[in-house]
Nanobody, 113 residues
Framework: VQLQASGGGSVQPGGSLTLSCVVS????????VGWYRQAPGKQRERVAR???????TYADSVKGRFTISKDNAKGTVFLRMDNLKPEDTGVYYCNLAGGREFWGQGTLVTVSS
C-alpha cells in the first residue's frame, strides 16, 4: 500500500492550505487515518486523526483551525488547515492504520511572513 501526500507549500501567517493524501487502494471501513507533522529539530507529533467510525481528534495546538476528512471509496484523506501559524511549519505525513500501519512520504508546509 502506498500513500502519496501533496498540497504543502509556503504561506503567510493567517493563510490556509489543504493537504491531500491518496492511498493506492480504497480505505477500508475498519481503518483509521491521521496526519502527523515533524517540525525542525522536534519529534513527529500527531495533529489529527479520524477513526473508522469518523470520530475526529486533534492536537490542542490545532483545534478549531484544522479539519480532517476522508473519502473511503476514493482512497483519499484531507487536512484543511486555516489560520496557519509559524509554529505549524513542518513536514506533514499521512497515516493509515488498520491491521497494519502505512505512511506517506511527507509534504512540507512553511508558514512565514
Amino acid at each position: 500500500v502506498q500513500l502519496q501526500a501533496s498540497g504543502g507549500g509556503s504561506v503567510q501567517p493567517g493563510g490556509s492550505l489543504t493537504l491531500s493524501c491518496v492511498v493506492s487502494r480504497i480505505i477500508f471501513t475498519s481503518e483509521a487515518v491521521g496526519w502527523y507533522r515533524q517540525a525542525p529539530g522536534k519529534q513527529r507529533e500527531r495533529v489529527a486523526r479520524l477513526t473508522a467510525v469518523r470520530t475526529a481528534t486533534y492536537a490542542d495546538s490545532v483545534k478549531g483551525r484544522f479539519t480532517i476528512s476522508k473519502d473511503n471509496a476514493k482512497g483519499t484523506v484531507f487536512l484543511r488547515m486555516d489560520n496557519l501559524k509559524p509554529e505549524d511549519t513542518g513536514v506533514y505525513y499521512c497515516n493509515l492504520a488498520g491491521g497494519r500501519e502505512f505512511w506517506g512520504q511527507g509534504t512540507l508546509v512553511t508558514v512565514s511572513s
